[in-house]
């Protein structure tokens, strides 16, 4: 199992040519500690997961690894469906001007689709991330004070990824002396 950092694997992830509307995340509070958990699967990539926190308000740090080369009939339940409320995406800016003029004549143009037509959230939300390209995008469960049950099923079934991540989290964090209060 090979930890990088939390950005080297969303950048692989951008990159990738697999269907983009195929991933599923999971996230929630650490179990202990300072930062979040992220779990993000899509089945013909595997599941990936991520420690995160966030340095200050502009600068998230953290460490990843992909615990699953595919989404099994093990892990599937474990990643929400489309019922889930919640949305995500993985996003990376244009590359020049002229992308992100046409990134945003294709989104001004969806936007003018649904505005004038009965559509539904998941249906807008699918064409925008579609409109800007967006490379990986689904249903996620997410509680942003606490841990979806599903989040410690896979904990618990990563437990060699969870100890080895949470170990290389709070080295970081040490390094960036975050865990230290003021006064």
């Known amino acids: 199992m090979r930890v990088r950092d939390w950005d080297d694997i969303l950048a692989d992830v951008a990159s990738d040519s697999t269907d983009p509307d195929g991933w599923r995340a999971v996230a929630g509070s650490r179990r202990e500690g300072l930062g979040e958990d992220l779990y993000f699967g899509h089945p013909g990539v595997g599941v990936y997961h991520l420690k995160t926190y966030a340095k200050n308000p502009r600068d998230l740090r953290g460490v990843g690894t992909r615990v699953a080369r595919r ?3 093990e892990l599937d339940p474990l990643l929400p469906d489309e019922e889930s409320a919640g949305r995500f995406a993985v996003q990376s800016p244009p590359e020049d001007e002229a992308e992100a003029e046409d990134v945003a004549t294709r989104l001004r143009e969806t936007l003018k689709v649904h505005a004038e037509a009965p559509t539904s959230p998941d ?57 230290r209060g003021f006064h």
């Open 71 to 73: 989404v099994d009939d």
């Open 123 to 179: 249906h807008l939300f699918e064409d925008v991330m579609e409109a800007v390209d967006s490379p990986a995008f689904g249903p996620m469960d997410y509680e942003f004070d606490g841990r979806p049950d599903e989040l410690d099923a896979l904990s618990d079934t990563f437990e060699e990824a969870e100890e080895l991540l949470s170990s290389e989290l709070e080295d970081l964090i040490d390094d960036d002396d975050v865990d």
